[in-house]
């Protein structure tokens, strides 16, 4: 079946704009992770659903960055008026259950300008 | 908390030849160990994982590791690389089930003909 899909592969915005980025999990996977990779080091753990509910979000860096999974399905991860230093690769992650293996997505890759 | 360092951030090796990929992690708990890889423009992609059942994990495309908790290692093995082995390596740490993985930094690989 399909794997974990990320939209897009690609974001280029300015300083100071919103962006919004989406992950489709594995149909049936009820736990979604996003992740986030600055150049150079190892994925950054954001924030992690259970079904429709952030059951924890303490990787998030601060109050620009937002994320919602409003049916249990999709996710979007929401960043207000970004800055330079949040340029890097979003990954976002699905598993059939908390705990289970996660299946990564290719990843969004962000450049703030 | 939990963590891991990767010893190596780049590994050249040439076909044919063994690869080793060093990983020292610390944690609070049992771990839970894993490698991912990483091929550009690809997702994560899990290798193999260590549970606490034995020691000496198999896993995919002929990759192994061997935890050694006296060491606190979990170095990755395969015999003979390939070609298509050259991508980023990723050792992972998280408390046993728990859902928030620790990344390393990675280690790119490097396959010579």
């Known amino acids: 079946g399909a794997g974990v899909s990320q939209t897009p592969s690609n974001k280029v915005t300015e300083k100071g704009k919103y962006v919004e980025l989406r992950c489709d999990p594995i149909?049936?996977?009820?736990?979604l992770y996003w992740y986030r990779q600055s150049l150079g080091q190892g994925p950054e753990f954001l924030i992690y659903f259970q079904g429709t509910g952030a059951a924890d979000d303490s990787g998030l860096p601060n109050d620009r960055f937002f994320a919602v999974r409003p049916e249990g399905s999709v996710s979007t991860l929401k960043i207000q008026r970004t800055e330079r230093g949040d340029s890097a690769v979003y990954l976002c992650?699905?598993?059939?259950?908390?705990?289970?293996?996660?299946?990564f997505g290719p990843g969004t890759r962000l450049t703030v300008l | 908390a939990q963590s891991v360092t990767q010893l190596d951030s780049h590994v050249s090796v040439s076909e044919g030849t063994p690869v080793l990929l060093r990983c020292n992690y610390s944690?609070?708990?049992?771990?839970?160990l894993f490698w991912y890889v990483q091929h550009p423009n690809k997702g994560l992609q899990l290798l193999l994982k260590y549970t606490s059942a034995a020691t000496l994990v198999k896993g995919i495309n002929g990759f192994e590791a061997e935890f050694k908790k006296s060491e606190t290692s979990f170095h990755l093995t395969k015999p003979s690389a390939h070609m298509s082995d050259a991508a980023e390596y990723f050792c992972v740490v998280s408390a046993h089930n728990d859902y928030k993985l620790s990344f390393g930094a990675g280690t790119t690989v490097t396959v010579r003909a």
């Open positions: 992650a699905s598993s059939r259950m908390t705990g289970n293996e996660q299946f």
């Open positions: 149909s049936g996977h009820t736990a």
């Open positions: 944690s609070s708990y049992s771990p839970s």
